[in-house]
């Protein structure tokens, strides 16, 4: 009996490693390869078919010592462990998704954009409902696309989403609506950059860059007392910031 019972304890436990290393897996990314998970799913079931001498010969065949009271009970330990191991890892997946994050940040600090994006799409996979960092990942697709002539357009198409992606979780993002400003403004659709800056000084009057941002804008567009306005408004929340003084010093004498 003890020898039986050890067995139905290695059955539960082999195919609940397996399906926990399976868990793991695709929770956390290891490997873009769906093998990997594979791998580690037949482990388990290598470890269940391990048995002691005295089974029959035919796996798939139930062996007679497997009683219904048995398996219920090693399948109640495995039930649970599983529901453990699995709150653990969805308490952990922010804990690991901060770290992906950080990784991140560090790489672009450093000037390596195109890797930080790796970074980021990691904690996003982990966390999407952050939108900090999906607005941080936008930032990075637009620093690799001013890097990447031949990618430009791809990176200039992910940072859109990436932001808008952002303002879907939090729509008042002043940084995720502020880096869609400037990336409308960089490809030329000032009167879409225009209208996210507004809406940031809207929701956040004291934006200096969001101020800073509409007056290069309008002053792009011509349209100079509307860009006076707008500079007069950075020197209100900072009066020594020179990128308003100088601009508006030249305005002076259109």
Sequence with gaps: NQLKD????????????????????????FSMVSVAALFWFFIGLIFVVTSPKDLPPKILEVPKFITKSSLLRWTIYAVIGLVVVSLVVFNVKPVIADIYF???????EQGYAEAAI???????NLNSHHEFYFSLLGRAYF??????????????????????????LNPN??????????LYAYRGFLDQAISEWKKVTAFKPDATNAHLALGFAYEQKRIFSAARQAYLKVLSLDPTNAEAIQPLARLETK
Excluded: I, W
Excluded at 118 to 124: D, F
């Design 6 to 29: 050890d067995h139905l304890r290695k059955l539960s436990l082999g195919l609940l490693a397996g399906c926990l290393a399976y868990l793991v897996h695709m929770q956390f990314s």
């Design 143 to 168: 620093k690799a696309a001013l890097r990447s002539a031949s990618q430009r357009k791809y990176y200039f198409n992910q940072a859109a989403r990436a932001f808008e992606r952002a303002l879907r």
């Design 118 to 124: 790796g970074e980021y799409l990691r904690a996003t």
């Design 102 to 108: 950080a990784k991140g940040l560090g790489l672009e």
């Design 173 to 182: 993002s002043a940084n995720a609506r502020l880096n869609l400003g400037v």
